[in-house]
């Protein structure tokens, strides 16, 4: 299966500064990364889908220029969390699905926005 | 369109008892099925996959789900829970065309008392 890496595992940041997070594919080239953010005790829920080359896609009620989402290579998708807020305060994953088979995930980024 | 039901937010049992985690889905198109869990402040790791074939799948850890077609359920089962197996429990679909997105339940905390 793929294997997928995520960092850092965890950040804490000044409110009003920016904060990127790196999603790397290491066995398998992934056209379509997918970012989620899950608050505590509840599921995942879909931010953006992004993909290689061209720009990512962003689920309703996703600010865009908050969340900026790069897809430059077929094995790293980057989110940079801009002008960050305590709200923004959360725990980020991204995941690569391979066509036919479970989807693989990073293994998570705690954002404490302080 | 998909959606994923789980039933339970919370299910407590008593370590060495049986446990069973219910899911039902709805989707107009074939789906891919999954059950993942996710330790504190981890990543999703993948439990088991209906993908075709047998409706009794086993996976990981002595657990094991069967795809029910004609009530559209993909109920998790494990026939002794152990300590090690609090966690919190997601059921998934994605459905059978590339690069689709993968859609969550809303998750089900299992708590393991000694």
């Known amino acids: 299966g793929a294997v997928v890496s995520q960092h850092p595992s965890w950040v804490i940041c000044k409110s009003g500064t920016s904060v990127k997070i790196e999603c790397r594919s290491l066995d398998f080239q992934a056209t379509t990364m997918f970012w989620y953010r899950q608050f505590p005790k509840q599921s995942l829920m879909l931010m953006a889908t992004s993909n290689e080359g061209s720009k990512a896609t962003y689920e309703q009620g996703v600010e865009k220029d908050k969340f900026l989402i790069n897809h430059a290579s077929l094995t790293l998708s980057t989110l940079t969390v801009t002008s960050a807020h305590p709200e923004d305060s959360s725990f980020y994953i991204c995941?690569?699905?391979?066509?036919?088979?479970?989807?693989?995930f990073g293994q998570g980024t705690r954002l404490t926005v302080v | 369109a998909q959606s994923v039901t789980q039933l339970d937010s919370q299910v407590p049992v008593f370590e060495e008892a049986p446990v069973e985690l219910r899911c039902n889905y709805s989707?107009?198109?074939?789906?891919?099925l999954f059950w993942y869990v996710q330790y504190p402040n981890q990543g999703l790791q993948l439990l088991l996959k209906?993908?075709?074939?047998?409706?009794l799948v086993k996976g990981i850890n002595g657990f094991e789900a069967e795809f029910n077609k004609s009530q559209t359920s993909f109920h998790l089962r494990k026939p002794s829970v152990q300590i090690s197996d609090t966690a919190e429990y997601f059921c998934a679909v994605t459905p059978y065309s590339s690069a689709s997105k993968i859609i969550f339940g809303s998750g089900t905390r299992l708590s393991i008392r000694p």
């Open positions: 989707s107009s198109v074939s789906v891919y």
């Open positions: 209906y993908l075709s074939g047998s409706t």
């Open positions: 995941s690569v699905l391979p066509v036919g088979t479970e989807a693989f």
